[in-house]
């Protein structure tokens, strides 16, 4: 099971649910979370720049433009870690309640470069206002009006001060995870989106597993779902799926998955186009009936192969109710619609086929 979590939280719907399945998983595996948020400063900073032409004539003097930035980037630093620390807040309550660890950190940068960097190699920029220690987010000083580390001149305005650029940056956590749970969506979710820009994003780097949740549905009693081919990374899901089951006591649905028609589709669109001459040299009729009688008949034995080993490693847990089912059709379309009708709380996919 998992014991080191990060969660990456924004304050929105599918942030809570992600952040209550790990929850979930670590009260039953004694594990703990780092819940996360990365906010990105920089960004801000050259957008004001770029922005900088539309500002009123009394700004564009070049010592009131220096000034400007310096304030600009005094406030949205400051500002940006006030509401991120806000977020943590809100998940720091969760996992007192449920009696589970949390570890709080802030990064700064480019949301899912920083995701990446810190789930595969702990290496996510930590901001100077935390040090090396990301627990120290706990302890900012957040006044009624302004913070403490920002100051004010005698006339009430905001000292434009000159910053080491190094401080604000000073290490990483050199943290090892196991899981990342993310929900599905953020903040922006859109009506036709089928999964966040940042999660897409992160998906594609990310080394480690990761839990992808869209409903608030528990994880508790639910039916989890697994599919196989045939390959190692397909039965480390199996094994995954398994262990999971039998943690929540849920039940289990196996398939695998092969394609016939498309020997059929290739074949039919040939047949259009050779002429008699090319028919007889390629023995069409026969190549066909080859594909029929032993390819399409081997992946149908192929696949009960594969549904076997899964049934012989489900004997390690016997407590875990098995389903077996095969699969004929496009793998990921045919997939899709078992999990229309099993209505699985998880599927579980391998990141690798055979």
């Known amino acids: 099971m998992y014991r080191e979590i990060f969660v990456p939280v924004d304050n929105s719907q599918h942030s809570d649910w992600a952040l209550e399945r790990a929850i979930e998983v670590c009260r039953h595996s004694d594990g703990r979370i780092t819940g996360n948020h990365v906010y990105a400063a920089r960004l801000h900073d050259v957008r004001f720049r770029q922005l900088e032409t539309g500002l009123p004539a009394q700004f564009q003097t070049p010592e009131e433009i220096k000034r400007q930035r310096k304030v600009h980037d005094k406030l949205i630093e400051k500002g940006l870690q006030l509401i991120a620390d806000s977020f943590l807040d809100q998940a720091g309550k969760r996992c007192d309640a449920a009696g589970v660890p949390l570890t709080r950190q802030l990064l700064e940068g480019i949301n899912y470069e920083e995701i990446v960097n810190e789930v595969n190699r702990g290496a996510g920029r930590l901001p100077g206002l935390i040090g090396f220690d990301p627990n120290r987010a706990a302890s900012y000083d957040g006044g009624e009006r302004t913070r403490g580390d920002v100051r004010l001149g005698a006339d009430g305005r905001i000292v434009a001060e000159e910053e080491d650029a190094a401080a604000k940056l000073v290490g990483t956590s050199g943290r090892q995870y ?174 690798h086929g055979a």
């Not at 999660?199 to 639910?222: F, H, Y």
């Not at 020997?263 to 001459?277: E, G």
């Not at 407590?319 to 209505?343: H, R």
Request: glycine fraction near 8%; include cysteine.
């Open 178 to 351: 196991d899981l990342v749970a993310l929900g599905a969506h953020g903040l922006g979710k859109q009506p036709y989106s089928q999964l966040g820009g940042v999660v897409a994003r992160s998906l594609r780097g990310i080394e480690k597993d990761v839990l992808i949740v869209r409903t608030d549905a528990p994880l508790a009693g639910g039916r989890f779902m697994v599919c196989v081919d045939g390959s190692s990374y397909s039965y480390h899901a199996m094994r995954v799926a398994l262990e999971l089951a039998q943690a929540f006591g849920g039940s289990l649905y196996v398939c695998s998955a092969f394609d016939v028609e498309y020997h059929h589709v290739v074949f039919n669109n040939i047949k259009d186009v050779l002429s008699v001459q090319a028919s007889k040299v390629f023995k069409f009729e026969e190549q066909e009936e080859l594909h029929n009688n032993i390819i399409d008949k081997g992946l149908l034995k192929l696949c009960q192969a594969n549904l076997k080993r899964a049934e012989v490693m489900a004997q390690d847990f016997p407590d875990v109710p098995i389903k077996t089912q095969i699969l004929v059709g496009k793998p990921f379309q045919v997939i899709m619609q078992w999990a229309e009708e099993v209505q699985p709380s998880l599927l579980v996919g391998a990141r």
